[in-house]
């Protein structure tokens, strides 16, 4: 397992990339099969600073896998953004039509950390 670590204080300008999927079971292999290539790619990219990928056990929620990649900077994350549209057309790959072909839907958004902290025990 890669461990997943980041300090806010020593690199305030982290941005976040968070995905929320539906993922319907009889299409999981191929969606995450794709997701574990993806990663091997961002992976390579300056300013990727770490990915978490959490499976929902409970609750309400309707998203049953959700994501979070970090990035050195804003800057870093729209530069990968367009490292990984170019990566897509070299494979053929066209993501809209392949989450449609797998019946998967996507939220995604970005953030970064907000001014308020919590206290440190």
Not at 12 to 36: I, K, Q, S, W
Not at 87 to 98: E, I, K, S, T, V
């Amino acid at each position: 397992m890669s461990t997943f670590t980041f300090d806010l204080d020593r690199e305030p300008g982290l941005y976040f990339l968070h995905d929320c999927f539906v993922v319907p079971e009889a299409n999981r292999a191929a969606f995450t099969n794709r997701m574990e290539q993806n990663l091997a790619f961002i992976r390579t990219l300056p300013g990727f600073r770490g990915h978490l990928v959490l499976e929902q056990r409970d609750g309400a929620s309707a998203f049953n896998l959700v994501t979070l990649a970090a990035w050195a900077s804003r800057e870093a994350y729209e530069d990968a953004g367009r490292e990984v549209r170019v990566h897509y057309q070299r494979l053929g790959f066209d993501l809209p039509a392949a989450l449609k072909r797998w019946g998967v839907e996507m939220v995604r958004g970005t953030y970064q950390a907000a001014a308020i902290r919590t206290s440190r025990p």
